[in-house]
């Protein structure tokens, strides 16, 4: 049975930083792109960055590339998702996901955590 179980959310006050954490159980680790998105209420969910199985690339969206650091340990099947100078709108519930050999992780990911909430505010 796969699961993926995020740790480290929370509420923290604005410009500050904190480290998510997915512990992957149940699958082939090192086959697996992993990302993580974040779904602010009433929007969309959205991917937030995404790290590569085969060469570890790693990819953001724009406006939080200069902020959001994925990275990815194979030896502990974990991967963490940094965040600095936190923003009262960075706070949504935040996914984990792993989606099998792809370049990056796709809308559709084959499996999904349960969700974490982070709360920026004052």
């Known amino acids: 049975q796969v699961q993926l179980v995020e740790f480290g959310g929370g509420s923290v006050q604005p410009g500050g930083s904190l480290t998510l954490s997915c512990v992957v159980t149940?699958?082939?680790?090192?086959?697996?792109?992993l990302g993580w998105f974040r779904q602010a209420p009433g929007k969309k969910r959205e991917l937030m960055a995404s790290i590569s199985w085969r060469n570890l690339r790693t990819w953001y969206p724009d406006y939080v590339k200069d902020r959001f650091t994925i990275s990815r340990d194979n030896a502990k099947n974990t991967f963490y998702l940094q965040i600095n100078g936190l923003k009262p709108e960075d706070t949504a519930v935040y996914y984990c996901?792993?989606?099998?050999?792809?370049?990056?992780?796709?809308?559709?990911?084959?499996?999904w955590g349960q969700g974490t909430q982070v709360t920026v505010s004052s």
């Open positions: 149940g699958l082939t680790f090192d086959q697996y792109t």
């Open positions: 996901a792993a989606d099998r050999m792809r370049v990056i992780v796709t809308t559709d990911p084959d499996y």
